[in-house]
């Protein structure tokens, strides 16, 4: 083929769906061959007992054959990166089955800073239909067998590390959240040299906006009680269902208080950051500064600290 895969792997809240459906379209050089359905079914889902590389490498050849001279193929999954309610347990293990799959493929890795990542991690909890309390929720794994929370998802240096591993460290670009916000031009400009893309000629004027963020901190203790009412991912079964979130009341209160006088009256209360502040300071400061050394010192996330203006959507 004339041009070598690349695999975006998330994180989860990275600007992963601004890439996917903005950034990762042919007018930029880029073109998906396979999408979260066929990521799920042949990678993430199949039990270690039972995972076959083979049907997951027919769906790539077949996208392969299809792809336009010149095109960079493409594909974006962040549930290859492992899922953040869930501790990201099999994030090692997708990586391997990665390198089987396609072991000549660039590895493309999104992060953000974790005081920010967290906050917006338990946003998108509620938006999914989550009733518990941030100290609750970051509290970790709730009871021997079940699988929570680990802070240890979010120390980036050790899944980078295990990528540079597998497909060699000159085949794994990692790139900021913060970065595409800040510096969109840069970041995007970088990757297309990372990818091989002699295509790419900037970001299209009418791709660069981001998504609407997310509903309002000061808003979770009633969102997480109006999940309790609505059917949803992580309530099934409500007692009383009114609803299903993230629609009907969820999406209505949401919208509501964006709006003054809730923005002015409430406008300092952050709940969730402030958690995340309390419990997380210097958490991961050894190992923003071990990614940063195998990154050759080009990452430095520790001047990223709580995002005091918005709790922004990044999904």
């Known amino acids: ?35 979260h359905p066929e990521v799920w079914d042949h990678i993430v889902r199949p039990h270690g007992l039972l995972f076959d590389p083979v049907p997951i490498r027919d769906v790539i050849a077949r ?36 390198r089987e799959i396609a072991p000549d493929a660039r590895i493309l890795i999104s992060i953000r800073a974790q005081m920010r990542i967290l906050t917006s991690v338990y946003m998108q909890y509620l938006m999914r239909g989550g009733t518990i309390r941030p100290e609750v929720f970051f509290a970790g794994d709730p009871e021997l067998g079940f699988h929570g929370f680990r802070a240890e998802h979010f120390e980036y240096h050790r899944l980078v590390g295990l990528y540079q591993e ?39 004027p009418t791709h660069r906006s981001a998504y609407a963020p997310s ?20 309530t099934p079964a409500p007692l009383i269902r009114l609803g299903t979130t993230p629609y009907g009341l969820y999406h209505a209160v949401g919208f509501m208080m964006r709006k003054p006088p809730f923005s002015t009256l409430f406008r300092h209360f952050r709940p969730v950051s402030d958690h995340v502040a309390a419990t997380f300071a210097g958490r991961f400061d050894a190992s923003n500064r071990e990614l940063d050394r195998i990154t ?13 203006t918005a709790t922004a959507s990044a999904g």
Do not use: C
């Open 166 to 204: 597998l497909f060699g460290a000159e085949n794994v670009h990692v790139v900021t959240q913060e970065s595409i916000a800040q510096d969109m031009d840069g970041a995007t400009w970088g990757l297309a040299r990372f990818a091989g893309n002699d295509m790419f000629d900037g970001v299209l």
């Open 63 to 98: 996208g392969l054959k299809a792809v336009p001279e010149g095109l960079v193929p493409v594909i974006s999954s962040e549930i290859l990166s492992g899922h953040p309610f869930f501790g990201g347990i099999g994030s090692d293990v997708y990586a391997r089955r990665l």
């Open 296 to 308: 050759g010192g080009t990452l430095d996330l520790t001047a990223f600290g709580i995002d005091r």
């Open 215 to 234: 509903y309002p901190e000061y808003a979770v203790p009633i969102l997480r009680r109006i999940n309790k009412l609505q059917r949803s991912v992580l």
């Open 1 to 35: 083929m004339s041009k070598r895969l690349l695999l975006h792997i998330g994180y989860h809240k990275t600007a992963t769906s601004w890439m996917q459906q903005r950034l990762f379209v042919p007018d930029h050089g880029y073109t998906q061959i396979a999408r």
